[in-house]
């Protein structure tokens, strides 16, 4: 079902923050055959592992979940073609329009500023302010991964130019003024900016990225997480436990034996980026499915081989993969035990655990997918 995002819903992502966004993402609740058609990598077609070496470089995500990977210059050119000389000018140009003659200076509606090139919110109206300078002042980004800034030396003065983290299109200066509490003034150009007015539908542009959410288990969770992070397209992968009692299980419980939990490793993705399938074929190289109830050094049911979907496209797509990868006879007579069953409530593990391969430079069981 296609959901009308409103700037409401885009104001409460923006709050949310990182900390947040690891945690809170729910799966869209769309139906198979919906989301079958949101999946763009092709299992016929698969990327070599220097491309998708490339694509983990270029794709980048804000910390409200919103897509800021750089466009083209060739795609930044095609949008800015479409704008009217002053705009282009300003935007494309670092040109300045004259204080006080801004549109959008006056506007005192609520709302949220994107980039009038390539859609990105910038500023919200909460945080708008009369500076007295004749151009829109705010003191704080709507989210400080979209506006980037850089050095301007020109005009024989050194200021702090702002931009479109996303196009790179000139929006003003930053200066270290006022007000409270960042002590910032952001001078934007009305020209750099659109406004969406509060409850006004939000272009496809502006919103943020249409996050789903898989799980995994294979093993000690350190490994998977650590790799499952690297994957083009994925936003943020968290270890933790699932399908077990009781509630909110601590590592030691699990570690006992008796809970019924498996180390899992809870996927935030990004479906314009990675499909569910290319999901699978990397969990798939990463441990091995033939082992029961352990992986490699590490036994107990909590280090089973395990998927748990979370609708009927996930099964079906987990169903028709463990099928086909059984016919290749890709592990001999060795036979695939991974379980697949409806996800139950995930449960974080505790803080050491989250990013544990990064923090300790340790290694893992688990091999690299991409």
Known sequence: MTRELTYTAVAVLSALGAAAWRVSITQDESSGDTAEKRSTAS????????????????????????????????????????????????TQRAGTEAP???????????????????????????????????????????DRDHVARRTDESHG????????????????HVFNDEPKPTWERHCLNSASLSFIEKGAPVPEESRPAAA???????????????????????????????????????????????????????????????????????????????????????????????????????????????EELASTKRFGSRKIVTQVEPAETFWPAEDYHQDYIEKTGGACHVSDPW
Request: aromatic letters at 12%.
């Open 212 to 322: 789903q959410t898989a799980y995994f288990a294979g093993g000690c969770f350190w490994g998977m997480e650590h790799y499952f992070q690297l994957g083009p397209g994925v936003l943020d992968a968290v270890s933790g436990y699932m399908q077990g009692n009781p509630k909110s299980p601590s590592y030691k419980q699990v570690c006992g034996g008796d809970t019924g939990h498996a180390e899992t490793v809870k996927v935030v993705l990004d479906p314009k980026r990675i499909s569910y399938r290319r999901l699978l074929e990397a969990f798939f190289e990463m441990h091995d499915p033939t082992q029961l109830n352990r992986q490699g050094p590490d036994i107990g049911d909590q280090y089973r081989s395990g998927i748990w979907y979370v609708d009927e496209y996930q099964k079906r797509e987990v169903e028709k993969f463990i």
């Open 100 to 142: 006080f003659c801004g549109g959008l200076l006056d506007n005192k509606k609520e709302g949220v500023y994107t980039c009038v090139v390539c859609g990105l919110p910038l500023f919200s109206s909460d945080h708008k302010f009369n500076s007295g300078t004749g151009w829109p002042s705010f003191h704080t980004e709507f």
């Open 43 to 90: 299992s016929q077609s698969r990327p070599s592992k220097d491309d998708n070496k490339e694509s983990m470089m270029r794709f980048q995500y804000s910390t409200s979940g919103y897509d800021v990977t750089p466009l083209s210059r060739q795609r930044v050119e095609e949008l800015a073609s479409r704008l009217d000389p002053d705009t282009y000018n300003v």
């Open 157 to 172: 003065m050194m200021r702090t130019e702002i931009n479109c983290a996303r196009c790179g299109s000139h929006l003003g």
